[in-house]
C-alpha cells in the first residue's frame, strides 16, 4: 500500500508570504504528526495529531505556526509570514497503536527555504 | 527535558562491522528506535527496542541498550555502501506520542 505523501516537495518562498504544507498519512492510521529538520539536526517535534482528540500543539515554535487535520485524514501545516528561520525540511509520519509500540512511518519531507 | 546525543560521522570500509552509539538523559524511556535516512528521502524504521530488553538482533543489526548508562547502540554487520546513510536514534516513554531525536549519524562505507 502508499506510504505517508507530502507535498509540495520542494517550496521556495519569500519572506513574509504564507505557506502551507500537505501530509496525506496511510490510510488507517489514527495518529499523524509533524516534525522539522534543520540542516544538520536532529528532529524537532512540531505537532501531532490523535483520532479526534485536541492535538498536542507543545512543539510549536511560535504562534505563526499551525496545523488541522482534516476528517481524521490529510494534514496541512501552516506558516504565517515566513522567516529565513523557518527554512528546513518538513516531515510528517504517521502510526498505528501495536500494543503499547508506537511505529512512526514517515514521508520524504517538504523541503521550505526562505528567501 | 529529554535529551538525546549522537557522534556525527562514522567511517568504515566495506565488510567491516559498524556501530552508532547514542545516549539519553529521560529515566523513562520505555522505547528506543533507529531510523535511517539515506539522501533525498524520508526516515525509515530499522529497528526498535523495549526498554526491558537488553538486546534484539534482526538479521545484520544489532541493538544493545544498557539502561543503567542510558547508551543505545546500533551495529551493523558486514557493512555495505548502501549502509551509507544517517542513523538517527530516537525515544520515547509510555503515554508521549511524539518521538525525541537525536542530530543523527552520518555513516560512510568505503569501498
Known amino acids: 500500500g502508499a506510504g505517508v505523501s507530502q507535498s509540495p516537495s520542494n517550496k521556495v518562498t519569500e519572506k513574509g508570504k504564507d505557506v502551507e504544507l500537505r501530509c496525506d498519512p496511510i490510510s488507517g492510521h489514527t495518529a499523524l504528526y509533524w516534525y522539522r529538520q534543520s540542516l544538520g539536526q536532529g528532529l524537532e517535534f512540531l505537532i501531532y495529531?490523535?483520532?479526534?482528540?485536541?492535538?498536542?500543539k507543545s512543539g510549536l515554535p511560535s504562534d505563526r505556526f499551525s496545523a488541522e487535520r482534516t476528517g481524521g485524514s490529510v494534514s496541512t501545516l501552516t506558516i504565517q509570514r515566513t522567516q529565513q528561520e523557518d527554512s528546513a525540511v518538513y516531515l510528517c509520519?504517521?502510526?498505528?497503536?501495536?500494543?503499547?509500540?508506537?511505529?512512526?512511518?514517515f514521508g520524504p519531507g517538504t523541503r521550505l527555504t526562505v528567501t | 527535558g529529554e535529551d538525546v546525543e549522537q557522534s556525527l560521522f562514522l567511517s568504515v570500509r566495506e565488510g567491516d562491522s559498524s556501530v552508532i552509539n547514542c545516549t539519553y538523559t529521560?529515566?523513562?524511556?520505555?522505547?528506543l528506535y533507529w531510523y535511517k535516512q539515506e539522501p533525498g528521502a524520508g526516515l525509515q524504521l530499522l529497528t526498535y527496542?523495549?526498554?526491558?530488553?537488553d538486546m534484539k538482533q534482526d538479521q545484520r543489526l544489532t541493538v544493545l541498550l544498557n539502561k543503567k548508562d542510558k547508551h543505545l547502540s546500533l551495529r551493523i554487520a558486514d557493512t555495505q555502501t548502501g549502509d551509507s546513510a544517517i542513523y538517527f536514534c530516537?525515544?520515547?516513554?509510555?503515554?508521549?506520542?511524539?518521538?525525541?531525536f537525536g542530530s543523527g549519524t552520518r555513516l560512510q562505507v568505503q569501498p
Open positions: 530516537a525515544e520515547t516513554y509510555t503515554g508521549r506520542r511524539a518521538l525525541t
Open positions: 509520519a504517521s502510526s498505528f497503536r501495536a500494543g503499547g509500540r508506537v511505529e512512526q512511518y
Open positions: 495529531f490523535q483520532g479526534n482528540s485536541a492535538p498536542d
Open positions: 529521560d529515566s523513562s524511556s520505555t522505547y
Open positions: 527496542i523495549f526498554s526491558n530488553m
